[in-house]
């Protein structure tokens, strides 16, 4: 097995000088931008759970077509009905 410090110091090296090459006047993210980007996908994943779980109580049940027209037309029938029975005018 070959020897792995010289690899390692070559990799130090290399890492160094990228190091050196970084400027100090540059601005960067920093601590604070990392824990505000942790805040956020925090909050991210809390909102996804919530809607999931909000999501999961949805009951849907898709009616068959011939009970979806045959409620439609009784529907308005039972509504005009009702309206005039009261004997209300629209005002």
């Given amino acids: 097995m070959p020897d ?10 290399h890492l160094v000088s990228f190091a050196a090459e ?9 601590v604070l ?3 505000v980007f942790a805040v956020m996908a925090l909050a991210v ?5 919530s809607m999931n779980k909000q999501m999961g109580r949805i ?9 979806e027209t045959s409620g439609a ?3 308005p029938a039972k509504g005009a009905v009702k309206g ?3 004997g209300s005018a629209p005002e």
Avoid at 45 to 49: A, S, T
Avoid at 59 to 67: C, H, L, R, T
Wanted: hydrophobic fraction near 45%; proline fraction near 2%; glycine fraction near 8%.
């Fill in 4 to 13: 792995m410090s010289a690899s390692a110091s070559l990799a130090m090296t």
């Fill in 22 to 30: 970084v400027d100090e006047d540059k601005v960067t993210p920093g």
């Fill in 33 to 35: 931008g990392f824990i």
């Fill in 45 to 49: 994943w809390g909102l996804m759970k």
């Fill in 59 to 67: 009951e849907f049940k898709e009616a068959s077509d011939s009970e």
């Fill in 73 to 75: 037309a009784k529907e």
């Fill in 84 to 86: 005039a029975a009261k």
